[in-house]
Structures are given as C-alpha cells and as structure tokens.
C-alpha cells in the first residue's frame, strides 16, 4: 500500500517522509522520547527491583501486585488517571487553584513531554522492577558471596559481578520499556495534545484525519521495520539470558528488614510505587465521584441516559455492553487459537518452532495501531469484506491477545515430560484422550491465565479498535475517547467514570490472574 | 513357545545405524534383560517393541501376529518408565486406574482391580496421597501398579530403578522380582546394571552398539561369556591370550592352562578369561592341585571391599592380575611377592 499510492507502484510516499522535516522531526520525537522514558523507568525501577530481590517484608506479594496494576491497565485509563491527577481539571490543579484562589490551574502540564514521560514511567515501572527483580532473587548468592570471600568490597561486588550478571536482563527489559513507549499510543493521544506525534500517533491521523492512506502506510512500514528489528534483539536476548541461568530458588537469598539501612532502602521503595502507581489511580477514582457540589453518583448515573438526541450518540452503557461483547468473542478465538499454535510450536521440531515462534508473536511486535490499520485495508473489499461485520473488533483483538495465550500456555506444555504422554498411550490411551486426560488438566491453569489475559486485553485494546470499530459499537476506550474529547464536566466526569469502571475491571482479572499464576510459569 | 518374537529389527537415526538387524524372542511369562551401556540402543529396542518408535526394517510378532505398525495405545503392552512418570495432576488411585478408565471399564471393575495392585504393590489404603508427596521407592510402586492394573500382555520396564539410591534399589529389585513372578508376566527389563539383571532376570540379552552380543541365562552368561566385550562389560579384567596345544592345554604367557572347555584345533589363537574368584594364596611351599595354575607375581595394590579384598598383581612375565580374596586372608603389602593358585573351573575360553 506504501508503494502503490493510486494502484501503481510510487516510491513517492517515502521520499516524501524523508524529505518532509516533520517526518523527521516524528520520528526522532518518538525515539528520544522513548529513550527518556526508559532510562527514567530504569532509574525509579532498579533501587525496587533490588529490594524486592533482596528483602522479604510483608505485604511484599501485595506490593508487587499492585505495581503491576498500571501495566495492565488499558492505555486509554492510564491517561485519564493522569489527567485526574495533574490535567488542567485535574485534582492537584483544583486543590491549588481552591487554596491560593488562582483563577488558572497552576501545574500547565497537559500537552507537555513530561506528562508523557510520567505516564510512560507509571506504565512501565512494573516490568523492569518484575523482570530484573525476579532475575536477581534467582541469581545464586554464593556467586556474590565468593567475590567477597575472595576480597571484594560490597561495591566492587556490585559493578564487578552482580551488574554484569543482572546485564541481559536489565537490557532485555530495558529495550521492552523501549519498545512499549516507541509504539506508544493511547497516552500521546490524549496527554500529547496536537503538537506532540509519536509515528504511531502520526498513522492514526494520516489515515483518520487526514485521509492519507499511502503516508500511513509508509509510517506504517517503517513502525514494522524498527519493532521488528527490536523485537528480534529482545528475543535474543531472552534467549541468552534463559541459557545462563541457573535459578536458585529466591527465598534462601531473601533476608527480613533488620538495620536502618535496610529500612530506608525498603521504606523508600516501597513509598515510591504507593506515590507513582497509588496517586493516579487514587486520583482517577476521587474524580469521578467528585463534582461542583461534593461526591456524588453524578457521572456514572449519566452513564446510563442519553442527553443528547445526537444520531451518532450510543449511550455510554451501551459501550460496556460491545466491549463485554467483544472481549468473550476474542477471549473464546484467542483461546482456541493458542491452544492450536502452541501445541504446534511444542511438537515441532527445532528449526521449525524456531521459525514459526516469532512468527505468532509477529502481532505482538507489530503495533495496535498499524495492526488495526492493517485490518481495514486488507479486508475491505472482497474476497473478505468484513469492514462492515461485527466480528471485526474481536478478530483484531484476537490478533492482539492470542499470542499472550501462546505465551502463557507454551511453557506448562513443554513442561510435560514426554514420557508422561507416552506412560498414557501405552496404558491404552487414543492421542485425544492422551490430550484430553493429561495434557489438558496440566496447562488448564495457564490456559484460564491466558484466557484472562485475552479478556482484559480485549477490554482495554485501543489502538487497533480505534481504526477497526464502527461509531455505532463502540468500545469502553472509544467511548472514554470520546468523553475526553468533548468540552464541559460532564463529559470529564463521564470520562472518569468509565475509566474507572474498566480501571475496575481490569484490576479484578489481573489479580485474579496473580492467584493463578504458578510462581515462575509464564513468560513476561 | 515363544509369545514375542523380533525379526531382523533395524533403526537408523540420522544415519546412524542405532539397531542392526536384530532377533529376539521371548517365552511366556519369562523375564528377559536387555543389558548394555547406556546409548547401546537398549532403551530403543525397548520402545520399538511397545509401539513408541517405528524400525525402519523388520517385524515385531506377539503370538504370531504382526504387530509392528499398531498403535502403542492398541497394544496392551504396559511400560513402566525410569523417572516414573506418573500423572502430576492425579493422586495415586486416579493414576493407577488411569489405564482401566480409558479403556471404560466398569466402575466396579476399576475399583476392585485398583484395589488389586495397590495390595500386589504393598501401597493398600494410600490411594488418596498426591503423588508428589510419595517416596521415591512408593512412587516406583505406584508406577508399578499403574502399568500392571489394565493386565498388560507383556510388561517393559525401562531402567525402573534408575533414579533409586543404592539401599532402596536392592530392597526394591526383590519385590519387584516376586511380583514378576508372582502373577507370571512376561516381562523386558532393560539395565545398564549387571547385578540387577543378574537378579531378576530368566535370561540376559547383552547389547552394545545396537547389537545383541550374547543371550542366556545370568549363570551361563557369567560362566562363559562370549566374547571380550561381554566379559569386560561384566566387570572381568583377566584376560590373557594363548595358543592352543595338541595334549589340549592353552600356552599362555602364565603357563600352561589344562582347561576342560572343548577347544579349537592345537595351533590356533585363544583369549582365556580367568574371574576375580578363581584365585587363593599359597604358601611358597604348598603343592599345586591338578586343576590349578600357580603364578608368581608382586603385589602392586589392595583395595579393602567389604566382603573381600581385591589385591592388584603383577605376574612374573609382565601381566596384570585383579582378583579377589576372602577378607580373612593375611594379605602381603604392595611391593611383596606372592604365589597366587588360579582354579582353571573359575576360566573359560572366549572370542576374542
């Protein structure tokens, strides 16, 4: 499509991208931005993932739980929250205008890089703190304990043998920050204002508002390329780092809090993601409750009449309904799906696995966005035109979330020693029942984690559906979108609501998933 | 008769030649070893019998008819494997009635069989125990009890006490051994452990390099092993070269063997093979017996071994001697010279 603008091959389209200094000017901002907001995660994350690798406390599990809260959040609600947090309407901006008797809120945030970093950061806190903590509670401590037998100061330590040994990790997790804020899109949308455009922001408008279909292509391509070539990094990486590892299990190296030290070191952490993961999501609550005459229902009551005679306006409830809707539908796909291309990768024989691996996980690397604009390009005319059919929005959260289930269920499969199939055949098993009675009841778990996952995916999907769905089925991100975007309290406060709903929603199935999740099953 | 028979088994993987051409029949209600170092092919035999892999020539008959390219789950042949391999999601009830619930059996049926085997394997009443909290020696009888509860037609055991300690696996090896026999399977038990086979097994198939070296029965094959892989994979370390005489002795480089085996036509090469237990001290001034070879040789080690010392000798022509000694012996120190009385009824002549 980038090459053949009006049915003819054109490299026309690139050579503008390049040509153009706005282009340029996109893609650089979406590269640094990237790179800030990694490095600001590193930097907050580290000292946590060090205390929870070293320490045991309690309320450590709930802890942990909580700071993973954010990264499962729908993108759409992570910028809603910060909008109820430090927005122009937002709570710390009210409280100040309220105290000093300003008559413009104070903190001008909204539109600027920062309240992206901090969203970016709030997002992806949890993911260095989880892989880089939970590679450092399994690193065996008599390593670091030779090194200080052997006459080194507990720094030398530290830059000599733990950092090295942490390095695959810290980048593999690194470059996934990286790769998350790269494609990052929900959040630039609604706290970047007009002037802010990540290349993923940039498709959206070319093709939505702009109508230009090659240039979003182009852009489009380009995402591909450079998430790919990441991706591929980061799957090396992966590799490696399950190769040198030889796990010890991470509760011989914990220790309880004892001196001052240890205190403020846990203290200070654990401070740090009650303020960044708590005070948004407190916020976002709070502001949806909270109205010109105090706390009231207001706003979610409104969720459920129609004000406006608009032919286009699809009442609020309406919204959950589809997004219910569609998340069974592609929770159902995606299992089936999983189930089917896992087993296949678990069977087949190295090279092949090792080919179609990143395959499956192609939609992942992709982005939702060029996903999504894929999606009505591809299928909008016949043989396949499903532009119309309902079944659009499931099938492109289906592509999203099945390789989560993939992702979750392959591991429990290879887990299955090969005899304990062989023990069922031989004892008279047909290879169904041996799928059935054995294999079945032992991935079952990571199967509901899985299925969970597509769930809340499905829920919170936002950049594919905001190209795949159509005005009259809406979504709950859509129609948050749509809230944020329309002037006046109302829309605000709906806004709030909903996203606290789906915050809600959200939440429920993740830690649902936490109970479920067997320690050290499932890949990040 | 025979109940099993292999025609010419041969599997090549990836062009190695992992089985070539391999015979073996089995009678009814016997227990066979198939006994060699690990990678010999053994365990691939094994699982080509049980349907798990397919030979890439050759035919597997149970009873006459050619099973060769049926289903392993259509076999009834039950297998029990090395780690087990029990069912991590089911107790030890669910598990050992796993090959009777597939095959839909009655409820009443599967229960009273269930209740068989857990009595036959010495685990009654421990249905409802997980078994991931199991011993390794109960584990081992659950997998036991599983394999035998859908009354298989014949049992494969494929190294079923190799993740066992020592201790367990000698006390272990004698159950299993009285079950064996007990409810009369026929059975294939493959060990890279001679002990073991010696133990339990009717007769020994010895394989290496996907060959069978030697079949009989564990006596005859430790009397009279075939050939210097056999005896070496048995443990001998005595294995002296010699050329037949025409009076019917061997000259070997100890002296003249006046052994009893038939032996080639005079002039021709021999090996003769002389076991650890052939051997007892002699005073300097004791006279020879008949059936006895006497050597000089120097101590060169002792190694104290419970039961027996095994004393370390060099011959006066150069050879090395191993043999045991009963643990009363006075036995010299290294360095000291010794007059060792080698019963010709402990050798035997083998290929080389």
Request: proline content about 6%.
């Amino acid at each position: 499509m980038s090459f053949i603008p009006d049915g003819e091959w054109a490299l026309g389209s690139l050579q503008k991208l390049f040509k153009s200094g706005y282009y340029a000017r996109t893609l650089w901002f979406t590269f640094w931005q990237a790179a800030v907001s990694t490095l600001l995660t590193l930097v907050l994350a580290l000292p946590g993932a060090y205390v929870f690798a070293r320490y045991r406390f309690p309320g450590k599990k709930l802890l942990q739980a909580f700071a993973t809260v954010p990264f499962v959040l729908p993108t759409v609600v992570v910028a809603t929250s910060f909008q109820a947090l430090l927005g122009p309407r937002g709570l710390i901006n009210e409280l100040l205008q309220a105290v000093f008797n300003l008559s413009e809120a104070p903190i001008q945030m909204n539109h600027s890089v920062l309240f992206v970093l901090l969203a970016h950061v709030f997002f992806n806190y949890t993911v260095i703190l989880r892989m880089v903590g939970g590679f450092w509670a399994r690193l065996d401590p008599s390593l670091t304990e030779s090194a200080r037998v052997l006459g080194a100061s507990s720094v030398k330590v530290f830059f000599r043998v733990t950092l090295p040994l942490l390095k695959p990790a810290i980048l593999a997790s690194s470059l996934l920050v990286f790769i998350f804020c790269f494609s990052s899109f929900g959040v630039i949308l609604i706290l970047g204002g007009p002037r802010l455009a990540t290349i993923e922001v940039e498709i959206y408008r070319q093709a939505v508002h702009l109508f230009n279909l090659p240039m979003a292509a182009a852009l489009s391509l380009i995402q591909i390329v450079f998430i790919l070539l990441m991706m591929w990094v980061y799957t090396t990486l992966q590799r490696k780092q399950v190769v040198t590892l030889q796990p010890v299990s991470g509760a011989h190296s914990q220790v309880p809090i004892r001196t001052a030290k240890d205190r403020s070191w846990v203290g200070g952490n654990v401070c740090l993601i009650l303020l960044l993961v708590g005070t948004p999501l407190a916020a976002l609550i709070l502001r949806s409750f909270l109205t010109d005459t105090g706390l009231s229902l207001v706003y979610y009551r409104a969720l459920f009449v129609n004000p406006v005679q608009s032919i286009f306006y699809v009442p609020p409830l309406e919204a959950v309904f589809y997004s219910c809707g569609f998340a069974l539908v592609t929770l159902v796909f995606s299992v089936v799906i999983g189930i089917l291309a896992a087993q296949f990768l678990s069977v087949s024989e190295g090279r092949i696995s090792a080919l179609f691996d990143p395959i499956f996980m192609l939609p992942l690397s992709t982005s939702a966005v060029t996903l999504g604009f894929g999606f009505i390009i591809a299928l909008d005319r016949p043989p396949l035109n499903l532009r119309t059919s309902l079944l659009l929005v499931p099938l492109a959260h289906t592509l999203v979330a099945f390789p989560f289930v993939v992702r979750s269920v392959l591991p429990a499969l290879r887990s299955i020693p090969q005899s304990l199939k062989e023990s069922a055949a031989l004892l008279g098993a047909s290879p169904f029942r041996v799928w059935r009675s054995v294999e079945l009841p032992i991935i079952g778990r990571s199967l509901i984690v899985g299925a969970v996952f597509a769930f809340t995916i499905s829920l919170g999907e936002f950049g594919a559906t905001v190209f795949v769905a159509r005005p009259q089925t809406p979504t709950m991100p859509l129609a948050i979108y749509r809230f944020l975007g329309q002037p006046g309290a109302l829309n605000y406060g709906q806004a709030m609501a909903m996203s606290s709903l789906l915050m809600l929603v959200t939440a429920v199935g993740f830690l649902m998933l936490e109970k479920l999740r067997i320690e050290g099953q499932g890949e990040f | 008769m025979s109940i099993l028979k292999v025609r010419n088994l041969v599997k090549v993987i990836d062009s190695d030649l992992i089985l070539q051409e391999i015979n073996l029949s089995l009678q009814s209600s016997e227990i066979l070893c198939l006994l060699g170092p690990s990678g010999c092919g053994k365990t691939t035999l094994l699982r080509m019998i049980c349907g798990l892999e397919t030979p890439d020539s050759g035919q597997i008959l149970y009873d006459g008819k050619d099973i060769t390219g049926i289903d392993p789950h259509r076999r009834n042949f039950g297998m029990m494997f090395q780690e087990f391999a029990l069912f991590p999601h089911k107790n030890v009830y669910e598990n050992v009635v796993f090959g009777l619930r597939v095959k839909n059996r009655a409820d009443n049926d599967i229960r009273k069989r269930a209740e068989e085997v857990l009595e036959l394997v010495g685990l009654t009443g421990m249905g409802q125990r997980n078994v991931n909290e199991l011993s390794g020696g109960e584990r081992q009888r659950v997998a036991m009890a599983r394999s035998l509860a859908p009354q298989p037609r014949l049992l494969l055991l494929d190294e079923p006490m190799g993740s066992l300690d020592r201790v367990l696996r000698e006390r272990l090896l004698r159950d299993v051994q009285a079950i064996l026999k007990r409810i009369r399977i026929t059975t294939i038990f493959v060990t890279h452990d001679h002990n073991e086979a010696f133990s339990v097994a009717d007769r020994i198939a010895v394989v290496s390099a996907g060959r069978i070296e030697q079949v009989d029965s564990p006596v005859n094959l430790y009397k009279k092993p075939a050939n210097r892989f056999v005896a070496s994979f048995l443990g001998f370390q005595n294995m002296v070269e010699g050329v037949v005489q025409g009076n019917g002795g061997v000259e070997t480089p100890l002296g003249i063997i006046p052994i009893k085996d038939p032996l080639p036509a005079s002039g021709q090469n021999v090996t003769i093979l002389i076991r650890p237990e052939a051997a007892h001290l002699m005073g300097s001034q004791d006279p020879a017996a008949a059936d006895e070879l006497v050597v000089m040789a120097q101590v060169k080690d002792v190694r104290f071994q419970g039961a027996d010392y095994q004393l370390t000798a060099r011959a006066e022509n150069g050879e090395s001697l191993v043999v045991n000694l009963p643990n009363d012996t006075l036995i010299p120190d290294p360095g000291q010279p010794v007059r060792l009385g080698l019963r010709v009824s402990a050798m035997s002549v083998i290929d080389r």
